[in-house]
């Protein structure tokens, strides 16, 4: 005997096919009718080239700066880092005290011990 399929698989499917058949219906006639004048005029401009003219954006920055600025910058990181360097909080930790070792040795040994031989 075939099983039976759950009415939820139906349910799912349905559901599923509804979604995909409204994300293909699309703009509509009145969404259409409320695009913006502005919009359809750029949008009647661009459908006539190919491509968008590339060579037409400007670059906001360049690479192409001083030696005396990279200078300066070099100069400002090396500041920077030595002030981080003479930081007491850039000091390596105290060595911990031997009573942080001898717990992790008893909790070694406790855990050692529980495993079977």
């Known amino acids: 005997m075939a099983p039976r399929r759950s009415p939820l698989t139906?349910?799912?499917l349905a559901a599923a096919?509804?979604?995909l058949s409204a994300c293909g219906t699309g703009l509509s006639a009145r969404e259409l009718a409320s695009t913006p004048a502005w919009f359809k005029a750029k949008q009647k401009d661009l459908s006539k080239?190919?491509?968008p003219d590339l060579a037409s954006i400007p670059d906001?920055?360049?690479a192409?700066?001083?030696d005396s600025r990279w200078r300066a910058v070099e100069q400002d990181l090396l500041t920077q880092g030595a002030a981080i360097d003479a930081s007491p909080r850039a000091a390596?930790?105290?060595a911990e005290s031997g009573a942080a070792e001898t717990f992790e040795n008893d909790a070694r040994g406790a855990v050692e011990n529980t495993r079977p031989k």
Request: no cysteine; charged share 5%.
């Open 64 to 66: 192409t700066q001083s």
């Open 10 to 12: 139906f349910v799912a």
């Open 49 to 51: 080239q190919e491509y």
């Open 60 to 62: 906001p920055t360049t």
């Open 17 to 19: 096919a509804v979604g």
């Open 92 to 94: 390596p930790a105290p």
